[in-house]
T-cell receptor, first 112, second 118 residues
Framework: GEDVEQSLFLSVREGDSSVINCTYT??????LYWYKQEPGAGLQLLTY?????DMKQDQRLTVLLNKKDKHLSLRIADTQTGDSAIYFC????????????FGTGTKLQVIP | GAVVSQHPSRVICKSGTSVKIECRSL??????MFWYRQFPKQSLMLMAT?????????EQGVEKDKFLINHASLTLSTLTVTSAHPEDSSFYICSARPSLAGGPGTQYFGPGTRLTVL
């Protein structure tokens, strides 16, 4: 089955860049996602990248995809305190119904 | 934007009782809804896929008689935790996939329900 791994915790200072890393196992995934979960809340889709792309940029967010190493990263430029949250990478899972397998989540702490 | 609500947001119950959690898509129709359970160390586990008008599809290891799912309409799915025990205490999150789906990964998540079983 699909397996998606992330480091559990990242701490950065306000204004610095944050890089959250993820490794996945299913090389046939057509796209990969990044979700954000703020404290006590549900998940919000931040961005996604198609597997035929190496990079996608969306304002302060940059997603890098290394298909050879099955490695995905999310870079947040000029990190703000409002970026403090848990970030999940995810890939489509088998079984239909557009199911998604989530990574273990990385808790980002932004220090003022 | 699309909004998914959950009710209640927080519930405390005694061991042995049943608890019903509602998931509603407020401004769109959702043929498919998903129920997740989030453990203290953050990981999100898919419990079941709920389809309007048919039986839910449960993930391996999830007891269907313990976690009853009903998707009676295109805007409402319910999860009932029957005969709850302290180990069922968790954060339960639903998501809804619009019937007229958007781009990849289009699922809208509810804010979650914190269940505490005493």
């Amino acid at each position: 089955g699909e397996d998606v791994e992330q480091s559990l915790f990242l701490s950065v200072r306000e204004g610095d860049s944050s890089v959250i890393n993820c490794t996945y196992t299913d090389s046939s995934s057509t796209y990969l996602y990044w979700y954000k979960q703020e404290p006590g809340a549900g998940l919000q889709l931040l961005t996604y990248i198609f597997s035929n792309m190496d990079m996608k940029q969306d304002q302060r967010l940059t997603v890098l995809l290394n298909k050879k190493d099955k490695h995905l990263s999310l870079r947040i430029a000029d990190t703000q305190t409002g970026d403090s949250a848990i970030y999940f990478c995810a890939e489509p899972s088998s079984g239909g119904y557009q199911k998604v397998t989530f990574g273990t989540g990385t808790k980002l702490q932004v220090i003022p | 934007g699309a909004v998914v609500s959950q009710h209640p947001s927080r519930v405390i119950c005694k061991s042995g009782t049943s608890v019903k959690i509602e998931c509603r898509s407020l401004d769109f129709q959702a043929t498919t809804m998903f129920w997740y359970r989030q453990f203290p160390k953050q990981s999100l586990m898919l419990m079941a896929t709920s389809n309007e008008g048919s039986k839910a599809t449960y993930e391996q290891g999830v007891e269907k008689d313990k976690f009853l799912i009903n998707h009676a309409s295109l805007t409402l799915s319910t999860l009932t935790v029957t005969s709850a025990h302290p180990e069922d205490s968790s954060f339960y999150i639903c998501s809804a996939r619009p019937s007229l789906a958007g781009g990849p990964g289009t699922q809208y998540f509810g804010p979650g329900t914190r269940l505490t079983v005493l």
